[in-house]
């Protein structure tokens, strides 16, 4: 079976995201998707064969990777390892505190939107997980890691707790950069990187 | 009749999810007159609550005997992330909604009702704890502690199995001990 044209499969992803910031995940239709994409029903089952089902999924995958490839850009001129999770931290919350779709769905039909967001949590993880170890190798090579420390499992840990906190600080006030820079070098990092990169 | 109840409950939300649980599967499974269980518990919402409050209630018993008892601080949190994993993992109902209805659970574990939710389990790990920290420093560890503890137990698995003593201990002596400040919060700077 051909695969979808990647042009066309990124206009639906599209067009089905504005649906859903219109009307809701539940009252979203294919028709709506053809309306606004003006791309046909048979096209659009030929690209997501399971219907409204595989598109809500794909569309919530879809904006999960447009969020976190907009956190990779904010921090990437970062000049050092406990820096960059910190402002990654910083900008991941206001993200997630002003993202106008994300918030209204979680307030009109979580249950529809939860179960797939932590389906697809394994994608922010091996990416946020891949985009860290480059930089941790960087922090090694400066001697300014744990010796002995195996760097998968130290941006496994990293990534893991950074998804913790972005989805619920808890007691934490992410907006007050005191208290995130106490998180990132106590909590975060002091497992990681020895007392000197911490700054 | 209460634990009767709340022991029926959970072996039918194991069997057929919560959604499917009726108040007369749990009068059956009880082996009581559904009159009886509906003078006690007049709807399903309120035999839930009972019932969740009851399990975490017993779960922070278990856990703050487990870390009084642990000689150091890092035996106490290996200990308490050990066993509270186990029983999490073992436990049937909840493993039956995470698996099956998670649309159910997750609203109250997620986001903004995730906080409240790390709250509740970072008191009950704080107070496990109080044998060998300050208070103050007890409350942070705590959130801390359950926050890696759930970070670990995702439902698609993890590289640590936190039901393992060993792996658990590698964790927390390598990434999570490191963090936990432990000296007494000076009152001047507070």
């Not at chain 2, 499917?20 to 309120?46: H, I, M």
């Not at chain 2, 029983?87 to 995730?114: K, N, S």
């Given at each position: 079976m051909a695969s979808t044209d990647p042009a066309l499969r990124e206009r639906l992803l599209e067009a089905a995201y504005a649906c859903v910031a219109r009307f809701g995940m539940g009252k979203t239709t294919i028709d709506d998707v053809v309306k606004e994409s003006s791309v046909s029903r048979a096209t659009i089952y030929r690209a997501f064969p399971g219907g409204k089902d595989e598109l809500m999924r794909e569309v919530v995958a879809w904006e999960m990777g447009r969020f976190f490839g907009a956190l990779a850009e904010a921090v990437a001129g970062a000049p050092d390892f406990a820096t960059l999770v910190e402002e990654g931290l910083v900008f991941a919350h206001r993200a997630v505190v002003e993202h106008e779709v994300l918030q209204k769905v979680l307030v009109t039909e979580p249950e529809r939107l939860l179960p797939l967001l932590t389906t697809e949590t394994h994608r922010p993880l091996s990416f946020i997980t891949g985009y860290l170890v480059p930089f941790l190798e960087r922090e090694e090579r400066e001697g300014r890691v744990w010796p002995g420390l195996d760097l998968e499992q130290a941006a496994d840990y990293v990534a893991r707790m950074l998804l913790s906190l972005i989805g619920s600080p808890g007691q934490w006030d992410l907006d007050d950069p005191v208290q995130v820079h106490e998180l990132v070098r106590t909590e975060l990092l002091a497992g990681v990187l020895v007392p000197d990169a911490l700054g | 009749?209460?634990?009767?109840?709340?022991?029926?409950?959970?072996?039918?939300?194991?069997?057929?999810?919560?959604?499917?649980?009726?108040?007369?599967?749990?009068?059956?499974?009880?082996?009581?007159?559904?009159?009886?269980?509906?003078?006690?518990?007049?709807?399903?919402?309120?035999?839930?609550?009972?019932?969740?409050?009851?399990?975490?209630?017993?779960?922070?018993?278990?856990?703050?005997?487990?870390?009084?008892?642990?000689?150091?601080?890092?035996?106490?949190?290996?200990?308490?992330?050990?066993?509270a994993s186990r029983?999490?993992?073992?436990?049937?109902?909840?493993?039956?909604?995470?698996?099956?209805?998670?649309?159910?659970?997750?609203?109250?574990?997620?986001?903004?009702?995730?906080d409240t939710f790390l709250a509740a389990a970072g008191d009950v790990v704080a107070r496990s704890l109080l044998v060998h920290l300050p208070p103050e420093r007890a409350a942070r560890a705590g959130e801390w502690v359950a926050r890696v503890a759930f970070a670990y137990l995702t439902p698609d698995g993890s590289p640590v199995d936190m039901t393992d003593e060993r792996q658990v201990r590698e964790l927390v002596r390598t990434f999570v001990r490191p963090g936990l400040p432990t000296e007494p919060v000076d009152p001047i700077t507070r």
């Open positions: - | 009749m209460q634990q009767r109840a709340i022991d029926a409950v959970m072996r039918c939300i194991a069997r057929y999810g919560v959604s499917k649980t009726t108040l007369d599967d749990v009068a059956r499974e009880a082996g009581c007159a559904r009159a009886t269980l509906y003078r006690y518990f007049p709807n399903k919402s309120q035999l839930l609550r009972v019932a969740v409050a009851s399990e975490v209630a017993a779960l922070a018993g278990e856990l703050e005997q487990i870390g009084a008892a642990a000689p150091t601080l890092d035996d106490a949190v290996v200990a308490v992330v050990t066993h029983r999490i993992v073992g436990h049937d109902a909840l493993q039956f909604v995470l698996r099956c209805e998670p649309e159910t659970l997750l609203p109250y574990l997620t986001f903004a009702a995730g």
